[in-house]
Every structure is written in C-alpha cells, then in structure tokens.
C-alpha cells in the first residue's frame, strides 16, 4: 500500500489540495496521514521566559491539533480515513525526517492560502523539503 504524508500548517487546506489529495488517495489505494509540526520556542535564548513560551507551545499544540482534526474530518466524509501526526521542530526538517523513517511514498504541499507575510516562510519550507527530501513532493499551488 502508499503511503501519503499531507504536511499542513494553521492556514486552511485549500479545495484544490484537498480533491487532488482525495483522487491519489483513491485512485492509489493509499494510507494518508496529515502532519502538523509545531515550531518550538527557543527557551535558551529567553530562560526568563521560560513558563511563558511552555504555554505558548501548548496553546500552539492544542491549536495543531484542532486543524488536523477539523481536515481528518473532511476527507472522511469522502471516506478516507485519514491518521494525524503532531511534531514539535523545525517544520522543513521534522518533515523531512518523519517521511523518510516512515517510508512514506509522497509528500503533498500546499501553497495556496498563502498571505503575503507567510509567503517567505512557507516558501523557504516548501523549497527546503523539496530540496532535501529523499521522497517526492507533489506542490500544489
């Protein structure tokens, strides 16, 4: 069976991503898992800090957590059953990483949704995960 890993982040998963990740779900008779990485807070520089960024961190978990549950949702309702990963890191590499030790077969990104702010961050995660990942990455944008 393929595997599907669909990397999202706090913007909403676009109708285009969404219909094209259903058609390769189906159409491959694959295991989709949808991965939200939580960027962590550097505690080290701001040790003061501390308490404060740990509620942060969680707030932003939590948050995670709700969106991968709210997408799960949805593709199950086409019938897809859809497995959701949280990860704490640095968002190009944790994705890197957990797709390559779970073999998975295909990362999807999705670029649309992007506001202008967001447009370079996202970009250099897209760029970095296509540069570095051993596994393909299909961009939708």
Known sequence: MQ???????IEKLSDKTFKITCDLVQKLDASLVILSVV?????????Q????????????????EKIV????????LKDINAQTVILKGNPA??????????????VIMNTQNINSTKRFFVGSVTNKV????????????
Not at 39 to 47: L, N
Not at 69 to 76: H, L, S
Not at 93 to 106: C, P, T, V
Not at 131 to 138: D, E, M, Q, R
């Open 130 to 141: 296509v540069h570095n990942s051993n596994v393909p990455v299909l961009i939708i944008s």
């Open 93 to 106: 590499d944790e994705i890197i990483r957990y797709s390559e030790e779970d073999q998975f077969d295909l």
């Open 39 to 47: 960027p962590f807070s550097d505690k080290h520089s701001h040790p």
């Open 49 to 64: 800090l501390s308490n404060l960024l740990d509620m942060k961190d969680e707030h932003f978990v939590e948050y995670a």
């Open 69 to 76: 549950k709210d997408i799960a949702e949805r593709f199950k």
């Open 3 to 9: 595997k599907i890993l669909l990397p999202v982040d």
